[in-house]
T-cell receptor, first 113, second 113 residues
């Protein structure tokens, strides 16, 4: 089955700096890659996703890049703010009828004011 | 639109007792998921329904866990008997179809003592 790994497990940045969070996956048939943000005690919320027919997607301060050959994708957050502090989960899915999402273990991002 | 509803929000039971969780998905969403999120880990899929049929329950411990989605709307997840290692947050999610964005409910935090 699919295996999704996230590196590093924790990340601390200064407010205003950029943060990059990386994920690797094992199933070459995966074609849908969402990123979820989970604040303490709250539900996971989708912040951006990418499908395998594109290499990059951007939404204001966040972007996701995908390298299908290397089987990794990354979340980029620019101009970080304290409210960006949360746990970020990446996930992968084959899509279609078998749309099971396999999540990574999460990365705790801390933005220092 | 109203989000995914779950109840109860918190539950404390003793081991070997039984417990049930309820989920009401977003109106019109055909696909419903139950996830288990252990502290410090990403959500793990337990079962996926498409309308009232099971699509994937490969990671559901069927000797103690059961789930149903009668009439293809609300769903219940039951644990009987509970074990200490079942302590986790149980998240319900729904999506309008396969390979679509999943919307999570607030979760039920289960503590087994």
């Amino acid at each position: 089955g699919e295996n999704v790994e996230q590196h590093p497990s924790t990340l601390s940045v200064q407010e205003g700096d950029s943060a990059v969070i990386k994920c690797t996956y094992s199933d070459s048939a995966s074609n849908y890659f969402p990123w979820y943000k989970q604040e303490l005690g709250k539900r996971p919320q989708l912040i951006i996703d990418i499908r395998s027919n594109v290499g990059e997607k951007k939404d204001q301060r966040i972007a996701v890049t995908l390298n299908k050959t290397a089987k990794h994708f990354s979340l980029h957050i620019t101009e970080t703010q304290p409210e960006d502090s949360a746990v970020y989960f990446c996930a992968a899915s084959r899509g279609g009828a078998n749309s099971k999402l396999t999540f990574g273990k999460g990365i705790t991002l801390s933005v220092r004011p | 639109e109203a989000g995914v509803a779950q109840s109860p929000r918190y539950k404390i039971i003793e081991k070997r007792q039984s417990v049930a969780f309820w989920c009401n998905p977003i109106s019109g969403h055909a696909t419903l998921y139950w996830y288990q999120q252990i502290l410090g880990q990403g959500p793990k899929l337990l079962i996926q329904f498409q309308n009232n049929g099971v699509v994937d329950d490969s990671q559901l411990p069927k000797d103690r866990f059961s789930a149903e989605r009668l009439k293809g709307v609300d769903s219940t997840l039951k644990i009987q008997p509970a074990k200490l290692e079942d302590s986790a947050v149980y998240l319900c999610a729904s999506s309008p179809g396969v390979a679509a964005e999943q919307y999570f409910g607030p979760g039920t935090r289960l503590t087994v003592t």
